[in-house]
Protein backbone atom coordinates (compact mmCIF):
# COMPACT_ATOMS: atom_id res chain seq x y z
CA UNK A 1 0.00 0.00 0.00
CA UNK A 2 1.55 3.52 -0.68
CA UNK A 3 3.12 5.28 2.42
CA UNK A 4 2.78 8.76 1.04
CA UNK A 5 4.73 11.75 2.14
CA UNK A 6 3.59 14.48 3.93
CA UNK A 7 4.73 17.41 1.01
CA UNK A 8 2.94 17.43 -1.98
CA UNK A 9 4.83 17.50 -5.37
CA UNK A 10 3.50 19.34 -8.59
CA UNK A 11 5.46 16.55 -10.32
CA UNK A 12 4.53 12.42 -9.85
CA UNK A 13 6.85 10.79 -7.49
CA UNK A 14 9.03 8.06 -8.55
CA UNK A 15 7.40 4.51 -7.09
CA UNK A 16 9.25 1.70 -5.40
CA UNK A 17 7.57 -1.68 -4.93
CA UNK A 18 9.02 -3.16 -1.39
CA UNK A 19 9.31 -6.93 -1.66
CA UNK A 20 10.21 -8.57 1.11
CA UNK A 21 9.70 -11.67 3.09
CA UNK A 22 7.42 -11.63 6.17
CA UNK A 23 9.83 -12.29 8.72
CA UNK A 24 12.26 -9.54 7.54
CA UNK A 25 9.18 -6.97 7.97
CA UNK A 26 10.58 -4.72 10.22
CA UNK A 27 13.39 -4.05 8.26
CA UNK A 28 11.02 -3.38 5.69
CA UNK A 29 8.90 -0.80 7.17
CA UNK A 30 12.55 1.36 8.41
CA UNK A 31 13.19 0.79 4.62
CA UNK A 32 9.50 2.12 3.71
CA UNK A 33 9.83 4.75 6.09
CA UNK A 34 13.24 6.15 4.68
CA UNK A 35 12.14 6.32 1.21
CA UNK A 36 9.52 8.95 1.41
CA UNK A 37 11.90 11.64 2.84
CA UNK A 38 14.38 10.47 -0.41
CA UNK A 39 11.49 11.59 -2.79
CA UNK A 40 10.57 8.20 -3.80
CA UNK A 41 6.33 6.90 -3.31
CA UNK A 42 6.76 2.95 -1.72
CA UNK A 43 4.42 0.63 -2.74
CA UNK A 44 4.54 -1.84 0.01
CA UNK A 45 2.07 -4.92 1.16
CA UNK A 46 1.64 -5.20 5.37
CA UNK A 47 -1.58 -7.18 4.95
CA UNK A 48 -1.17 -11.28 6.54
CA UNK A 49 -3.43 -12.27 4.06
CA UNK A 50 -2.43 -15.65 2.30
CA UNK A 51 -3.71 -15.26 -0.60
CA UNK A 52 -6.89 -14.63 -2.86
CA UNK A 53 -7.58 -13.48 -6.33
CA UNK A 54 -8.05 -9.73 -5.64
CA UNK A 55 -5.04 -9.58 -3.46
CA UNK A 56 -2.73 -11.29 -5.83
CA UNK A 57 -3.90 -9.28 -8.95
CA UNK A 58 -3.28 -6.26 -7.04
CA UNK A 59 0.07 -7.11 -6.63
CA UNK A 60 0.64 -8.05 -9.85
CA UNK A 61 -0.44 -5.25 -11.40
CA UNK A 62 2.15 -2.84 -9.02
CA UNK A 63 4.78 -4.59 -9.66
CA UNK A 64 3.46 -3.99 -13.70
CA UNK A 65 2.87 -0.22 -13.29
CA UNK A 66 6.33 0.68 -10.63
CA UNK A 67 8.76 2.53 -11.33
CA UNK A 68 11.42 0.65 -9.56
CA UNK A 69 11.44 -2.92 -7.84
CA UNK A 70 13.20 -3.56 -4.64
CA UNK A 71 13.56 -6.79 -3.12
CA UNK A 72 14.94 -7.32 0.43
CA UNK A 73 17.47 -9.94 0.37
CA UNK A 74 18.82 -11.40 4.01
CA UNK A 75 19.41 -15.01 5.50
CA UNK A 76 16.03 -15.74 5.73
CA UNK A 77 14.80 -15.14 1.93
CA UNK A 78 17.89 -17.68 2.12
CA UNK A 79 16.70 -19.71 4.71
CA UNK A 80 13.47 -20.58 2.37
CA UNK A 81 12.58 -22.53 -0.37
CA UNK A 82 9.54 -20.82 -0.88
CA UNK A 83 7.33 -17.85 -0.07
CA UNK A 84 5.01 -15.53 -2.18
CA UNK A 85 8.48 -12.81 -2.17
CA UNK A 86 9.77 -15.35 -5.12
CA UNK A 87 6.67 -14.97 -6.87
CA UNK A 88 7.23 -11.21 -6.48
CA UNK A 89 10.83 -11.80 -7.85
CA UNK A 90 10.09 -13.55 -10.91
CA UNK A 91 7.08 -10.90 -12.03
CA UNK A 92 9.85 -8.41 -11.57
CA UNK A 93 12.19 -10.43 -13.32
CA UNK A 94 9.97 -10.62 -15.93
CA UNK A 95 9.32 -7.48 -16.36
CA UNK A 96 12.46 -7.10 -17.48
CA UNK A 97 12.56 -8.96 -20.57
CA UNK A 98 11.01 -6.24 -22.15
CA UNK A 99 13.33 -3.19 -20.90
CA UNK A 100 16.78 -2.06 -21.94
CA UNK A 101 19.18 -3.47 -20.66
CA UNK A 102 20.76 0.25 -19.18
CA UNK A 103 17.71 0.77 -17.39
CA UNK A 104 17.36 0.92 -14.03
CA UNK A 105 14.74 -1.05 -12.20
CA UNK A 106 15.92 -3.61 -9.46
CA UNK A 107 17.36 -2.04 -6.49
CA UNK A 108 18.04 -5.43 -4.79
CA UNK A 109 18.97 -4.53 -0.63
CA UNK A 110 20.85 -6.71 1.49
CA UNK A 111 19.95 -6.19 4.93
CA UNK A 112 22.24 -8.27 6.41
CA UNK A 113 25.99 -10.39 5.97
CA UNK A 114 24.61 -12.39 2.92
CA UNK A 115 26.95 -12.97 0.59
CA UNK A 116 26.14 -12.07 -3.20
CA UNK A 117 27.19 -15.16 -4.51
CA UNK A 118 25.73 -18.22 -4.25
CA UNK A 119 22.60 -16.32 -3.07
CA UNK A 120 19.46 -18.09 -3.28
CA UNK A 121 17.97 -14.97 -5.97
CA UNK A 122 17.09 -14.99 -9.48
CA UNK A 123 20.26 -14.53 -11.18
CA UNK A 124 19.15 -11.37 -13.11
CA UNK A 125 19.17 -9.11 -9.35
CA UNK A 126 23.15 -10.16 -9.69
CA UNK A 127 23.82 -7.97 -12.95
CA UNK A 128 23.31 -4.77 -10.74
CA UNK A 129 24.77 -3.87 -7.17
CA UNK A 130 23.30 -4.20 -4.74
CA UNK A 131 23.27 -1.88 -1.55
CA UNK A 132 23.18 -3.27 1.59
CA UNK A 133 21.14 -1.29 4.42
CA UNK A 134 21.88 -3.16 8.36
CA UNK A 135 18.37 -4.06 9.33
CA UNK A 136 16.82 -1.62 6.67
CA UNK A 137 18.17 1.11 8.25
CA UNK A 138 18.54 3.88 6.05
CA UNK A 139 22.14 5.00 5.03
CA UNK A 140 23.36 7.74 2.97
CA UNK A 141 23.60 5.45 -0.08
CA UNK A 142 20.75 5.04 0.06
CA UNK A 143 19.97 8.57 -0.16
CA UNK A 144 21.92 9.19 -2.80
CA UNK A 145 20.85 6.29 -5.41
CA UNK A 146 17.01 7.70 -4.87
CA UNK A 147 17.77 11.59 -5.52
CA UNK A 148 19.41 10.51 -8.82
CA UNK A 149 16.45 8.26 -9.94
CA UNK A 150 14.32 11.15 -8.45
CA UNK A 151 16.25 13.30 -10.15
CA UNK A 152 16.22 11.12 -13.77
CA UNK A 153 19.37 10.35 -13.83
CA UNK A 154 19.41 6.64 -14.91
CA UNK A 155 23.41 5.23 -15.25
CA UNK A 156 22.96 2.24 -13.70
CA UNK A 157 27.07 2.37 -12.31
CA UNK A 158 26.79 5.49 -10.81
CA UNK A 159 22.98 4.59 -9.67
CA UNK A 160 24.01 1.88 -7.11
CA UNK A 161 26.54 2.80 -4.65
CA UNK A 162 29.16 0.74 -3.05
CA UNK A 163 28.40 -0.60 0.12
CA UNK A 164 29.72 0.94 2.95
CA UNK A 165 32.70 -0.51 5.06
CA UNK A 166 30.96 -1.46 7.94
CA UNK A 167 28.21 -3.25 6.12
CA UNK A 168 30.52 -4.93 3.02
CA UNK A 169 30.82 -8.61 3.53
CA UNK A 170 35.40 -9.63 3.93
CA UNK A 171 36.12 -11.78 1.08
CA UNK A 172 36.25 -15.67 2.07
CA UNK A 173 34.60 -15.07 5.10
CA UNK A 174 31.89 -16.62 4.30
CA UNK A 175 27.63 -16.00 4.19
CA UNK A 176 25.33 -14.91 6.63
CA UNK A 177 24.22 -17.46 9.28
CA UNK A 178 21.20 -19.22 8.90
CA UNK A 179 17.87 -18.22 11.15
CA UNK A 180 16.86 -20.96 13.54
CA UNK A 181 14.26 -23.37 12.11
CA UNK A 182 10.91 -23.05 13.10
CA UNK A 183 9.25 -26.55 14.19
CA UNK A 184 6.02 -27.27 11.82
CA UNK A 185 2.93 -28.81 13.86
CA UNK A 186 3.30 -32.52 12.42
CA UNK A 187 7.04 -32.10 11.19
CA UNK A 188 8.95 -32.68 14.44
CA UNK A 189 11.63 -35.22 12.73
CA UNK A 190 12.12 -32.61 9.83
CA UNK A 191 12.67 -29.71 12.37
CA UNK A 192 15.83 -32.08 13.96
CA UNK A 193 17.03 -33.01 11.05
CA UNK A 194 17.22 -29.30 10.09
CA UNK A 195 18.55 -27.84 13.32
CA UNK A 196 21.04 -30.47 12.95
CA UNK A 197 22.04 -28.72 9.20
CA UNK A 198 21.74 -25.74 10.50
CA UNK A 199 24.38 -26.01 13.61
CA UNK A 200 26.63 -27.73 10.64
CA UNK A 201 26.27 -24.50 8.42
CA UNK A 202 26.67 -21.90 11.25
CA UNK A 203 29.56 -23.64 12.41
CA UNK A 204 31.11 -23.50 9.20
CA UNK A 205 30.17 -20.01 8.27
CA UNK A 206 31.47 -19.28 11.57
CA UNK A 207 34.76 -20.40 11.13
CA UNK A 208 35.09 -18.66 7.84
CA UNK A 209 34.45 -15.69 9.00
CA UNK A 210 37.93 -16.35 11.28
CA UNK A 211 41.34 -14.39 10.12
CA UNK A 212 42.92 -16.20 7.32
CA UNK A 213 46.12 -16.98 9.15
CA UNK A 214 43.48 -18.39 11.88
CA UNK A 215 42.13 -20.86 9.64
CA UNK A 216 45.85 -21.80 7.33
CA UNK A 217 47.00 -22.68 11.39
CA UNK A 218 43.64 -24.68 12.12
CA UNK A 219 43.69 -26.63 8.14
CA UNK A 220 47.76 -26.87 9.17
CA UNK A 221 46.55 -28.79 12.43
CA UNK A 222 44.26 -31.03 10.90
CA UNK A 223 46.73 -32.00 8.56
CA UNK A 224 49.17 -33.20 11.27
CA UNK A 225 46.28 -34.81 13.36
CA UNK A 226 45.46 -36.75 10.03
CA UNK A 227 49.16 -37.82 9.80
CA UNK A 228 49.68 -38.85 13.29
CA UNK A 229 45.98 -40.29 13.26
CA UNK A 230 47.53 -42.54 9.97
CA UNK A 231 50.90 -43.32 12.21
CA UNK A 232 49.03 -44.64 14.55
CA UNK A 233 46.45 -46.56 13.25
CA UNK A 234 49.93 -48.23 11.48
CA UNK A 235 51.38 -48.69 14.32
CA UNK A 236 48.24 -50.41 16.20
CA UNK A 237 47.77 -52.54 13.43
CA UNK A 238 51.54 -53.90 13.99
CA UNK A 239 50.86 -54.27 17.68
CA UNK A 240 47.37 -55.21 17.47
CA UNK A 241 46.54 -56.45 13.96
CA UNK A 242 46.88 -59.76 11.97
CA UNK A 243 46.25 -60.56 8.85
CA UNK A 244 43.10 -61.89 7.47
CA UNK A 245 44.85 -65.21 6.81
CA UNK A 246 45.88 -65.55 10.03
CA UNK A 247 43.16 -64.69 11.96
CA UNK A 248 41.32 -67.49 10.30
CA UNK A 249 43.87 -69.87 11.46
CA UNK A 250 43.36 -68.93 15.11
CA UNK A 251 40.08 -69.26 14.68
CA UNK A 252 40.40 -72.40 13.29
CA UNK A 253 42.66 -73.24 16.04
CA UNK A 254 40.02 -72.41 18.26
CA UNK A 255 37.69 -74.70 17.00
CA UNK A 256 39.74 -78.00 17.76
CA UNK A 257 40.00 -77.10 21.70
CA UNK A 258 37.86 -79.71 23.38
CA UNK A 259 36.89 -77.39 26.45
CA UNK A 260 38.60 -78.42 29.62
CA UNK A 261 41.81 -76.89 30.08
CA UNK A 262 44.99 -78.81 30.94
CA UNK A 263 49.00 -78.44 30.34
CA UNK A 264 48.68 -80.66 27.68
CA UNK A 265 46.26 -78.32 25.82
CA UNK A 266 48.90 -75.47 26.56
CA UNK A 267 51.81 -77.33 25.08
CA UNK A 268 49.65 -77.97 21.70
CA UNK A 269 48.69 -74.52 21.87
CA UNK A 270 52.47 -73.30 22.31
CA UNK A 271 53.55 -75.50 19.07
CA UNK A 272 50.22 -74.16 17.13
CA UNK A 273 51.06 -70.66 17.68
CA UNK A 274 55.07 -70.96 17.62
CA UNK A 275 54.83 -71.58 13.67
CA UNK A 276 53.47 -68.66 13.29
CA UNK A 277 56.77 -67.01 15.59
CA UNK A 278 60.39 -66.70 13.83
CA UNK A 279 62.73 -68.90 15.81
CA UNK A 280 64.27 -66.43 18.57
CA UNK A 281 60.90 -65.48 19.53
CA UNK A 282 59.78 -69.22 20.03
CA UNK A 283 62.65 -69.60 22.58
CA UNK A 284 61.60 -66.53 24.06
CA UNK A 285 58.34 -66.62 24.80
CA UNK A 286 58.83 -70.45 26.63
CA UNK A 287 60.03 -68.67 29.60
CA UNK A 288 59.56 -65.13 30.40
CA UNK A 289 58.18 -61.91 28.54
CA UNK A 290 56.17 -59.05 29.76
CA UNK A 291 53.16 -60.20 29.30
CA UNK A 292 51.71 -63.62 30.95
CA UNK A 293 48.74 -65.32 29.05
CA UNK A 294 46.87 -67.19 31.59
CA UNK A 295 44.34 -69.67 30.25
CA UNK A 296 40.73 -68.46 31.15
CA UNK A 297 38.46 -70.72 33.51
CA UNK A 298 35.38 -71.86 33.12
CA UNK A 299 33.07 -74.16 35.38
CA UNK A 300 33.97 -78.05 35.25
CA UNK A 301 30.47 -79.05 34.81
CA UNK A 302 29.47 -76.73 32.16
CA UNK A 303 31.09 -77.76 28.57
CA UNK A 304 29.76 -75.14 26.19
CA UNK A 305 31.14 -72.51 28.34
CA UNK A 306 34.56 -74.21 28.57
CA UNK A 307 34.60 -74.32 24.67
CA UNK A 308 33.70 -70.42 24.37
CA UNK A 309 36.42 -69.54 27.37
CA UNK A 310 38.74 -71.72 26.07
CA UNK A 311 38.31 -70.45 22.28
CA UNK A 312 38.41 -66.82 23.26
CA UNK A 313 41.64 -67.57 25.03
CA UNK A 314 43.34 -69.16 22.33
CA UNK A 315 42.53 -66.03 20.31
CA UNK A 316 43.61 -63.86 22.75
CA UNK A 317 47.03 -65.48 23.23
CA UNK A 318 47.55 -65.92 19.43
CA UNK A 319 46.94 -62.21 18.76
CA UNK A 320 49.42 -61.59 21.15
CA UNK A 321 51.81 -64.02 20.67
CA UNK A 322 52.04 -63.17 16.78
CA UNK A 323 51.76 -59.64 16.99
CA UNK A 324 54.55 -59.36 20.01
CA UNK A 325 57.40 -61.28 19.26
CA UNK A 326 58.91 -62.67 21.60
CA UNK A 327 57.31 -60.26 25.04
CA UNK A 328 54.65 -63.70 25.67
CA UNK A 329 54.53 -66.22 27.91
CA UNK A 330 51.96 -68.67 28.31
CA UNK A 331 50.96 -70.18 32.02
CA UNK A 332 50.42 -74.07 31.77
CA UNK A 333 46.80 -73.72 33.13
CA UNK A 334 43.97 -71.66 34.53
CA UNK A 335 43.30 -69.78 38.13
CA UNK A 336 40.79 -71.25 40.19
CA UNK A 337 38.96 -67.77 39.67
CA UNK A 338 40.26 -64.56 39.16
CA UNK A 339 42.55 -63.67 42.12
CA UNK A 340 44.41 -60.92 41.34
CA UNK A 341 46.69 -62.06 44.09
CA UNK A 342 47.46 -65.63 42.54
CA UNK A 343 47.78 -63.77 38.98
CA UNK A 344 50.32 -61.55 40.46
CA UNK A 345 52.38 -64.12 42.28
CA UNK A 346 52.88 -65.89 38.50
CA UNK A 347 53.26 -62.96 36.63
CA UNK A 348 56.37 -61.83 39.18
CA UNK A 349 57.40 -65.99 38.55
CA UNK A 350 57.53 -65.22 34.45
CA UNK A 351 58.79 -62.35 35.17
CA UNK A 352 56.14 -60.32 33.37
CA UNK A 353 55.01 -57.22 34.26
CA UNK A 354 51.27 -57.96 32.90
CA UNK A 355 49.10 -60.69 33.29
CA UNK A 356 45.85 -61.54 31.44
CA UNK A 357 43.61 -63.49 33.02
CA UNK A 358 39.68 -64.64 32.81
CA UNK A 359 37.06 -66.65 33.88
CA UNK A 360 33.19 -67.21 33.36
CA UNK A 361 30.95 -66.80 35.74
CA UNK A 362 27.01 -67.40 36.75
CA UNK A 363 24.66 -69.65 35.56
CA UNK A 364 22.68 -69.46 32.29
CA UNK A 365 21.92 -67.39 30.70
CA UNK A 366 23.13 -64.63 32.61
CA UNK A 367 26.71 -66.25 32.32
CA UNK A 368 29.49 -64.04 31.68
CA UNK A 369 32.83 -64.01 30.72
CA UNK A 370 34.96 -61.69 32.69
CA UNK A 371 38.94 -60.80 31.40
CA UNK A 372 41.63 -58.59 33.29
CA UNK A 373 44.14 -56.97 32.97
CA UNK A 374 46.58 -57.02 35.53
CA UNK A 375 49.77 -55.59 36.94
CA UNK A 376 52.24 -57.93 38.23
CA UNK A 377 54.11 -55.25 39.99
CA UNK A 378 51.02 -54.47 42.72
CA UNK A 379 48.14 -56.48 41.58
CA UNK A 380 46.40 -53.86 40.40
CA UNK A 381 43.50 -54.02 38.30
CA UNK A 382 44.37 -52.07 34.81
CA UNK A 383 41.03 -52.88 32.59
CA UNK A 384 38.54 -55.45 33.22
CA UNK A 385 35.33 -56.54 31.57
CA UNK A 386 32.65 -58.78 31.03
CA UNK A 387 31.39 -60.16 28.18
CA UNK A 388 27.64 -61.81 28.09
CA UNK A 389 27.76 -65.57 26.73
CA UNK A 390 24.63 -66.11 25.20
CA UNK A 391 25.61 -64.58 21.59
CA UNK A 392 29.28 -63.59 22.13
CA UNK A 393 31.71 -63.49 19.10
CA UNK A 394 34.95 -65.08 20.22
CA UNK A 395 37.10 -63.18 17.57
CA UNK A 396 35.52 -60.15 18.29
CA UNK A 397 36.27 -60.48 21.90
CA UNK A 398 40.23 -61.80 21.47
CA UNK A 399 40.65 -58.50 19.01
CA UNK A 400 39.17 -56.25 21.92
CA UNK A 401 40.88 -58.06 24.76
CA UNK A 402 44.78 -58.13 22.83
CA UNK A 403 44.48 -54.63 21.89
CA UNK A 404 43.82 -53.57 25.43
CA UNK A 405 47.12 -54.81 27.02
CA UNK A 406 49.47 -52.42 27.35
CA UNK A 407 53.26 -52.06 25.75
CA UNK A 408 55.95 -52.60 28.11
CA UNK A 409 56.47 -49.77 29.97
CA UNK A 410 53.12 -48.16 29.73
CA UNK A 411 50.12 -48.21 31.51
Same mark, same amino acid.
Given at each position: ?????????? &?????????????????????????????????????????????????????????????? @???HTEARHEG??? &?????????????????????????????????????????????RLAEGRPT???????????????????????????????????????????????????????????????????????????????? @???? @???????????????????????????????????????????????????????????????????????????????????????????????????????????????????????????? &???????????????????????? &?? @??????????????????????????????????????
Amino acid at each position: MPASDPENSL &RARPTVFLSYASEDRRAAQRIRDALPGFGMEVWYDESDLIGGDAWDQKIRGQIRACDYFMPV @ISAHTEARHEGYFR &REWRLAVERTLDMADDHVFLLPVVIDATAEGGARVPEKFRSVQWLRLAEGRPTEALETLCRRLVSGETATPAAHSAPEPAARVPPGRGGAFRPFPREEPGQRARFWFQVAGWGVQSAWSAFKRLPKWVRIIVY @IWVA @ILLMARGCSDSRDYRAHGLSTAQQQQLKDIAATHSGSWTPADTAKLFAQIAKELPGDAVNAASTHAPVLAVPFAAPEDDPAAQKLAGSVFTQVYGRLAIARHGQVALASRPLPALDASEAEKQG &RAHHSTYVVSGAVSGSAPAQQLTV &RI @ISAGDGSTLWSKAYPLAGADPAAIAAQVSARVPRQGSN
